[in-house]
């Protein structure tokens, strides 16, 4: 059992850049693999990017391969996403997921995560 706090939205221009964070509590944060989505109005919830307990293996999109970046910090109990030159069609409420072991064989179905923080607002402006 572990709960997620998603935190760093914002409303930015096109072309900036902007870090979320999710900090756990509950359980001991190095034994879950972590994963960001993003679901748009009207849209499915779409798969942005993953990270492994230790941090050795990510993977991402294709729409944000070369811009955002995953991270985390088992020490302060904490995964990011650095988002870079951010565009309009990144405009969309950002999840952090969790599920305890290592990363899903299929890493980027929703349903392969067990728990979801609240979600936080990223907005995009042209």
């Known amino acids: 059992q572990v709960q997620l706090v998603e935190s760093g939205g914002g409303l930015v221009q096109a072309g900036d850049s902007l870090t979320l964070s999710c900090a756990a509590s509950?359980?001991?944060?190095?034994?879950?693999?972590m994963a960001w989505f993003r679901q748009a109005p009207g849209k499915e919830r779409e798969f942005v990017t993953a990270?492994?307990?230790?941090?050795?293996?990510?993977d991402y999109a294709d729409s944000v391969k070369g811009r955002f970046t995953i991270s985390r910090d088992n020490a302060k109990n904490t995964v990011y996403v650095q988002m870079n030159s951010l565009k309009p069609e990144d405009t969309a409420v950002y999840y952090c997921?969790?599920?305890?072991?290592?990363?899903?064989?299929?890493?980027?179905?929703?349903?392969?995560?067990?728990?979801w923080g609240q979600g936080t607002q990223v907005t995009a402006s042209s």
């Open positions: 509950g359980d001991t944060f190095s034994r879950y693999a």
């Open positions: 990270i492994s307990r230790s941090g050795g293996t990510t």
């Open positions: 997921a969790a599920v305890r072991g290592p990363l899903p064989i299929v890493v980027r179905t929703p349903t392969s995560y067990v728990y």
